[in-house]
């Protein structure tokens, strides 16, 4: 059940930090992990989307982090900055440095897959210490102009314009009625999220800002896995895939019967993709 406004899923090993201005979850299975997972979670929404898919990972030698990004959510925006993709980045990147994270990948959905792309850029270095690999799902570089505003517009605080909304990210809209509880939960941040959706429009959103982030597929220097949802009804799939298969670091997988929340509709075959592209069968120890 859902109680004192905490989300419905499941957080069993997981262990809530709030500290020096950072909101996340972490699940740290090691001293020394292979990789360590940074999930950015997209607009709009908290890291809670990415509890049970996060948890799928705990078997292997890697430690899980679930940030929240500031104006989403638990946490406010900072008081002297303005709400910016450069903002929301720097605060992911300042994540890492406080946490002293290397062989990091960052796990992207939507909007924050777009500001993992320009973390790896203001990380990178040439032996990729600090970010190993980037896996971007349904990355919104190019959502089109007419949706996005749609979008921006819609009133969050409403539960019937919220459900509407939700329908997009589904292709099979049964899935909607099994995570009603938490798509009508996340009107509890809906009010807040809708003050900083606006400061950002029009902070940020500005052709500008969009012309940077279709940049940003040619820009990625780390080997890159971009998950794409094959009836995403969001984002622009062919434009998305021409544009970042010119890049040679990156390969993309798609999941069929599938809409613009592949963790969530698909965890399994989402997995399953992640797992060998972290860690190749061709790899793996026959006992």
Known sequence: MLTNNNILYNKVDMIKHEERGFSYWELKKTNEPTYNLVFVHSFATTSDYFSDFAQKFEEKKYNSYLLDLPGFGRLNPPMYKPMSLGMLAEHVCSFIRYNNLTNVVLIGHSYGAIICQYVSFLLHDNNN?????????????????????????????????????????????????????????????????????????????????????????????????????????????????????????????????????PFVEKPKETFDIIDEYLYPAKAKIEF
């Not at 970010?131 to 605080?157: C, G, Q, W």
């Not at 009603?180 to 950002?200: D, R, T, V, W």
């Not at 820009?219 to 298969?245: A, P, R, W």
């Open 129 to 261: 210490r600090i970010i190993a690999k980037n896996i971007l799902i349904d990355p919104a570089n190019f959502i089109p102009f007419k949706r996005m505003f749609r979008l921006m517009r819609t009133e969050l605080t409403d539960e019937v314009a919220l459900l509407n909304l939700s329908k997009q990210m589904y292709y099979d809209q049964t899935k909607i009625n099994q995570d009603i509880e938490f798509i009508l939960m996340q009107c509890i941040y809906q009010e807040e999220i809708s003050k900083n959706m606006k400061a950002l429009k029009k902070n940020d959103l500005k052709f500008k800002t969009i012309r940077f982030a279709r940049k940003l597929p040619s820009m990625l220097k780390q080997s890159t896995l971009v998950i794409l949802g094959d009836n995403d009804q969001i984002i622009e799939n062919k434009k998305t895939i021409h544009v970042f298969q010119k890049n040679p670091f990156v390969s993309i997988k798609k999941i069929e019967a599938c809409g613009h929340i």
